[in-house]
């Protein structure tokens, strides 16, 4: 009568013997280009249309440590070891010496690519050798162009040769070549110009700020001017409380945010939208991205990307922020191709730059605070997946991760990632939950089971634990498996290959639901284990119908002798798995390093649990467990 939790065991044995993807074995250093992580001493960034043909590099966002030679650089949100330079010659084809000094794409900064005959110039460029009447470098050459032009009503063409160049400290436009003076909180010294649609080089934010235009004393308009941040880690989407802790030096709703050109410069759950400046004359505007106000209890489906992932490898760093009055965030990933691979997540950062999720550190014991198991096919990453995980206003980052079936096999798949997010005002202190029931050539039909004394005591008793959480569960809808699908999923075949097995193509058989609602099969027997459940993940696909993942199976001629209680509770649990419960006691021989769930107010050896991992007739949630359960996107806020 053991419940026995497939992916736990399948997953634990698949991965700890196969974990960082076979990570040193080719021992290309940082910066060299990669197709896989084996190509690498640490790990490899896929090629993509912002780093061609790859490169060998690793995410340094923890600690910002890299190995000697290279230095950690945000790169737009892609924080990673890049290669130290001196000039562009150290560098491979179509990447540059950058202004940090490190080896960057091209495309990502193109003066470091167009810069080289320059070099000399920009050592001797220092505001005490303002003569040389020569432009400093490429790199400043365009914003000063269209300084030039913005400003030509005050400009004066001598000027510019004995004005100092940017970066030198200055206290009125006329002194800067660039006609620009930034003002004391923003360092006090000559800047580029530049524009929302027209940021500055790697190294510099554009920043708006109160002008004085025709210098008579008083600010008249928004000026931008490009921030030199080098000094300065406070990135976009992390925490701030005001601008001048912002590299960007905007903060706004609780974080750094950034100027926008267009829609596409924020992230999703952010738009361009419009902030206002105080002027001695007036008030000024700029864009900026901010988040989007969202409805109290939407439970929003956000597209993040499809990638080109091959197994043994990461994938392009994601990022959401979370805006205020967001209580949980389920990443949701989904193969698109028929082969079978594990998807899930390597490393996960919250707004605080807190490492909450390590796969290697998971899988080896060292609890993390964020659990989380790669899956076959469709995978879930859930935050906060435990109450001892502070959920917070900002920037989340993860890399996503690819796994063969053997651990060895090199193939690709194009994969689409979603997540769900969750908005509650009232911090989710309840929930409704409605469910689909879909009976399987077992012994109760969608026609009885209305009717029937002991499943509808089953369906009371799933309510009464689920009360207890604040959850009601209700709205159902009851419906046959019929025909040939009836026959073959009647006793349900379990495997541990992802590619054999009936589980998952039982619960796919939910394509084509349209409710805000989890998926329940009841089945006459599965084969082999004496399994009394299984639910499709820690969490399930969030009210996601249709994947190999999108539902609980529950024995229901297994449990049915055991009376109405007992069934009950195999569906409570089958759920809470469902909802993101990890068992509360594990098997203690299941080879399973934690002896159970990340939850501080679960006890280890209690029988009463509900999700103690055998069918002790335990029905107790712990507050903790509640408070995970509400937060589920598969839960709707009352
Ligand atoms: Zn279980």
Redesign the pocket.
């Known amino acids: 009568m053991r419940?026995r939790?497939r992916l736990v065991c399948l997953g634990w044995l698949l991965f700890g013997c196969g974990d960082d993807g076979g990570g040193s074995s080719g021992g290309r250093p940082v910066g060299d280009p990669c197709e896989r992580s084996t190509d690498c001493e640490l790990d490899c960034v896929l090629p993509s249309d912002v780093y061609p043909g790859g490169f060998c590099s690793r995410w340094c966002g923890d600690d910002w440590s890299c190995p000697s030679g290279s230095q950690c650089m945000d790169l737009g949100g892609d924080i990673y070891c890049f290669r130290q330079c001196w000039t562009s010659d150290e560098c491979r084809d179509g990447w540059g010496c950058g202004s940090a000094g490190a080896c960057v794409p091209c495309g990502v900064e193109p003066s470091a690519c167009a810069a080289d005959a320059d070099a000399d110039a920009d050592v001797e460029d220092t505001p005490d050798a303002p003569d040389e009447g020569v432009e400093p470098d490429a790199a400043d050459a365009d914003a000063d162009a269209g300084a030039d032009a913005d400003a030509d009503a005050d400009a004066d063409a001598d000027a510019d040769v004995s004005a100092l160049p940017n970066g030198s400290p200055c206290t009125r436009a006329s002194e800067c070549r660039s006609r620009l003076c930034l003002p004391p909180e923003m360092g006090g010294v000559c800047a580029a110009r530049c524009a929302p649609d027209d940021p500055c080089d790697y190294g510099y934010s554009c920043v708006p700020f109160a002008e004085d235009s025709d210098a008579n004393g008083r600010t008249d308009r928004v000026g931008y001017g490009c921030y030199d941040w080098t000094t300065d880690r406070t990135q976009d989407g992390l925490a701030c409380t005001e601008d001048v802790q912002c590299r960007s030096r905007l903060c706004e709703g609780g974080v750094c945010t950034r100027l926008c050109g267009s829609a596409g410069d924020c992230v999703p759950l952010t738009v361009c939208g419009s902030a206002t400046l105080p002027l001695d004359d007036g008030t000024g505007t700029y864009p900026v991205c901010r988040f989007e106000t969202v409805a109290a209890g939407e439970i929003r489906a956000v597209p993040i990307a499809t990638l080109t992932m091959s197994t043994g490898t990461t994938g392009r760093l994601g990022e959401l922020w979370m805006p205020p009055n967001a209580v949980s965030l389920q990443l949701f990933a989904q193969q698109m191709g028929t082969r079978g691979a594990y998807l899930g997540v390597l490393n996960a950062y919250d707004p605080a730059n807190d490492r909450i999720y390590n796969y290697d550190d998971f899988v080896e014991g060292r609890d993390t605070p964020n659990w989380h198991m790669p899956d076959s096919r469709a995978a879930s990453f859930f935050v906060p997946i435990s109450n001892r995980v502070t959920f917070r206003v900002g920037r989340y980052l993860w890399t996503p991760v690819m796994f063969a079936p053997d651990g060895t096999s090199s193939f690709d798949d194009a994969v689409e990632w979603s997540a769900y997010v969750k908005f509650d005002p009232a911090g989710a202190t309840a929930g409704r939950l409605a469910a689909n029931l879909y009976f399987v050539g077992c012994g109760v039909t969608a026609s009885t089971a209305p009717t029937s004394t002991r499943f509808q005591a089953a369906l009371d008793e799933w309510e009464r634990i689920y009360a207890t959480a604040g959850i009601t569960v209700g709205d159902y809808t009851y419906r046959d498996i019929t025909g040939s699908a009836a026959t073959t999923y009647s006793t349900v075949a379990y495997a541990e290959d992802i590619d054999q097995g009936e589980v998952g193509p039982l619960m796919a058989l939910t394509a084509g639901r349209t409710e805000h609602a989890v998926n329940v099969f009841f089945v006459h027997d599965f084969t082999g284990y004496g399994l009394l459940g299984i639910a499709g993940g820690i969490p399930g696909p969030p009210a996601v119908h249709g994947t190999t993942h999108s539902a609980v199976i529950v024995n229901l001629d297994g449990a049915w002798g055991y009376g109405g209680a007992f069934l009950g509770q195999v569906i409570a649990?089958e759920v809470g798995?469902y909802l993101g419960l990890w068992?509360s006691t594990e098997n203690p021989e299941g080879g399973w390093p934690y002896g159970g769930d990340p939850l501080a107010d679960t006890t280890t050896g209690d029988t009463n649990n509900l999700m103690y991992?055998q069918a002790a007739g335990g029905s107790r949630l712990s507050a903790g467990q509640g408070w995970v359960m509400r937060r589920s996107p598969t839960v709707r806020t009352p």
């Open positions: 419940r939790l649990h798995h068992h991992w």
